[in-house]
């Protein structure tokens, strides 16, 4: 199934998750299942950005795009964050609001029987999303999957703060159960926020991933060969490392170019959606970046 697929389905869901908690705080009168329903809210706008940034970030390159448009998904993600504190301060003015003027729980079961079954939809969708986010390393799909399971442990803790309030009749527990909920959403969306400017100011890829690429290029290295200059970064779904392969200045170019093309498809080989950029040089050139003077 596509990413584009798992988020019209997340969208679907989203949609009725919000009907089922809307309708958990409409009997119930819960400030605390108020503020999981509109997380839920959030959760329909992040999917539905994620999905037009999704469909742009696999657009081809263009003359004003030449480098591909796959940042696109860091742009939801960030986006997906910034709502989850506007979520956040939503659900702390209503909390505000009941410990202000505390108000009784009416149908407190029909309410939690409803936020169950939302908890479950999204659960098994947010785990679906996640397991297929980390095959296809999309940065939006991601960043759904985790705003989600986030929304599956808000509505656990709902639950269990408002069976709380029905054993002890502490109505104040309602409130400040809804004050929890924003702490950790707020949490969630200070972590997106965070891992969408990193992805924007194109952050080196993981240890692991570096590890594997310095594997091949020990495998070709020589007396004859060598490398360096090795940098790497990450756009969405696509990873990129650069590199200067040093070689006898005595070589042809011929055969220079064939033992990069090796070289390039062993990288692309090892890390799957790698594109490797390989400059040649001979043994005893050395390339230099910037200028002594340049302020930069």
Not at 37 to 57: H, K, P, Y
Not at 162 to 177: C, H, I, K, S, Y
Request: charged share 15%.
């Amino acid at each position: 199934m596509q990413v584009s697929s798992y988020l019209k389905i997340s969208i679907a869901v989203a949609v009725s998750t919000i009907v089922l908690k809307t309708g958990a705080w409409w009997v119930s009168g819960s400030v605390s299942l108020l503020s999981d329903a509109l997380e839920s809210l959030v959760n329909l706008a992040g999917a539905m950005f994620a999905l037009a940034m999704v469909t742009w970030a696999a657009a081809p390159p263009d003359d004003e795009h030449p480098y591909g448009h796959h940042k696109a998904e860091y742009l939801s993600s960030g986006f997906e964050g910034v709502l989850i504190f506007v979520a956040a301060l939503a659900i702390v003015w209503a909390a505000v609001q009941r410990f202000i003027e505390p108000r009784p729980l009416e149908a407190l079961g029909w309410g939690m029987g409803l936020s169950a079954l939302s908890t479950a939809l999204n659960g098994a969708l947010a785990w679906s999303m996640l397991k297929k986010a980390r095959e296809v390393r999309s940065m939006a799909l991601e960043g759904d999957a985790r705003h989600l399971f986030t929304d599956v442990w808000t509505s656990v803790g709902v639950v269990a703060g408002l069976l709380a309030v029905l054993a002890t009749g502490w109505l104040w527990l309602d409130p400040l159960l809804a004050v929890a909920v924003a702490l950790n959403i707020l949490r969630e969306g200070a972590s997106l926020v965070r891992r969408s400017a990193d992805g924007l100011m194109d952050r080196a890829l993981e240890p692991a991933t570096q590890a594997e690429i310095a594997k091949v290029l020990e495998g070709f290295a020589h007396h004859a060969i060598r490398f360096d200059h090795v940098v790497s970064r990450r756009a969405g779904q696509r990873r990129f490392v650069d590199l200067h392969m040093h070689m006898p200045a005595g070589w042809t170019l011929g055969r220079a170019a064939a033992l990069r093309g090796s070289v390039e498809q062993a990288l692309m080989s090892a890390v799957p959606g790698l594109r490797a950029t390989i400059q040649l040089l001979p043994m005893d050139v050395e390339a230099h970046f910037g200028d002594v003077d340049d302020p930069l």
